[in-house]
């Protein structure tokens, strides 16, 4: 027998003796997320992506839930899930608790999981989106729903009172004045007030942000931990002021509850004011209960405090974080999703679906190629307004451990403008105080 011939035969008894491969075990991911209301569709659309993912990774299982649909609670679950060994693998959390979810410990950076050509493709995000979940240089989260405030008002109310329905208010005065021309007519429209908004710190940092000032210190809580608020400053007496004289005048009412954005889209979509301020995030489904309800809506960019104030806006919204308790196979499925979840063509579907601004520039061009903006253009007033903002501390938005605390003593405050007639600076005095003692509690324990 020729030596080769002997290989071969050894070869052939060898593999008599080797066990086929076990079938390789799927790796199992969760996701929570915000998304989950009785008429919220974009659950949907979020399910329907990570079908697709699936489809094309077999061997990863993605469980989507939304246990909640308060971003504080959903977080503080997902904490207290990881504190009893049973983490959701990736996290939905809003951008006013990304010092929080880093000093938790509780999450891994995404940084440290994603793969070098997944990185390479966050070129292609916008650069204040990537900025806004960059911390000491690290990139902790998948940017993912981003947002901001834009204004809506009913045109018909708008005819019915003198004014032009095609010019929407773009300052402060604008809307004072805009209200006095309703408010003349208010008995015959039906109405409660003329405006409504959300009582939330998100507007507030906006306006801030918008007159180049600064909510807290050490750049905005970016170049050192935030030890102080800038509740005292003239940019936010100037804004407090706004809220003061509209509601003494009254033109302005909120659902009492405050952060409660669905709460206000219910009250302008049932017409019962003229003008409302919400997220970018709701503009499918304003612009979808508008038409059923019968009037035609205007979408306008988020007003100005003055005319000066043209500095732009911060981010809303959330990014996705992963779970330090995850597998590696676990944390590399969940980047894998997560970077399919935001690629060029999901980050189109997601926006078209949802209102939420497309956070990739080739996203931005396909859709203008593909004449979805000439058709659409509310959709693009929040990338317009955003991209055209002067990139800056101001406007990359504040970087605060204790961030649900003081943003709740912020808007305590406003509550007292608005309800019971307390002056702005005395108002703001109180919260500033409250503000910096809870800034010094937290940043002890974490060793800020």
Known sequence: MSRILRIIVLLLALS???????????????????FGGENDTRGAVVQGIADAFMAENPNVIVEVSSPSLDYTELFNNSLLAAE???????????????????????????????SAEQLASLDDMLDVVVAYYTIGGELYSVPWNASNPILYYNKDMFTAAGLDPEVAPQTFDDILAACAAIDAVK??????????????????????????????????GRTERTTEVYFESPEMVEIAEWYALMASSGYLTYSGT???????????LGKQTAITINSTAGLTLIQRFSTLQGF???????????????????????????????????????????????????????????????IRASSIDALTEAGWFETNPNFAIAIDQLRE??????????????????????????????????????????AKQRADAVLADYNAVVGG
């Open 16 to 34: 008599l003796f080797v066990l086929p491969a076990a079938a390789q075990e799927p790796v199992t991911i969760s996701f929570v997320h915000i």
């Open 84 to 114: 009893q060994g049973n983490s959701p693998t990736i996290v939905q959390i809003e951008e006013g608790l990304t010092q929080l979810a880093a000093d938790s410990g509780y999450f891994t950076p995404i940084a440290q999981i994603a």
């Open 187 to 220: 008995t015959e429209l039906e109405i409660t007030s003329c405006m409504n908004i959300p009582m939330t710190a998100w507007l507030v940092e906006q306006w801030m942000a918008m007159q180049n000032a600064e909510l807290v210190n050490n750049g905005n």
């Open 258 to 268: 405050p952060n409660d954005l669905n709460a206000e889209g219910t009250t302008f």
């Open 296 to 358: 035609e809506l205007g979408v306008a960019r988020m007003p100005l405090p003055d005319a000066d104030a043209t500095n732009g806006v911060t981010m809303g919204g959330a990014s996705l974080w992963v779970s330090s308790s995850a597998t590696p196979e676990q944390a590399q499925a969940a980047s894998d999703f997560l970077f399919f979840l935001t690629n060029t063509a999901n980050d189109q579907v997601w926006h078209q679906n949802s209102g939420y601004f497309p």
């Open 389 to 430: 903002s002067v990139g800056n501390i101001a406007n990359a938005g504040a970087v605060v451990g204790p961030s649900t605390e003081v943003r709740g003593i912020l808007v305590e405050a406003l509550q007292s403008i608005v309800d019971s007639g307390t002056a702005p600076a005395e108002a703001l005095a109180v």
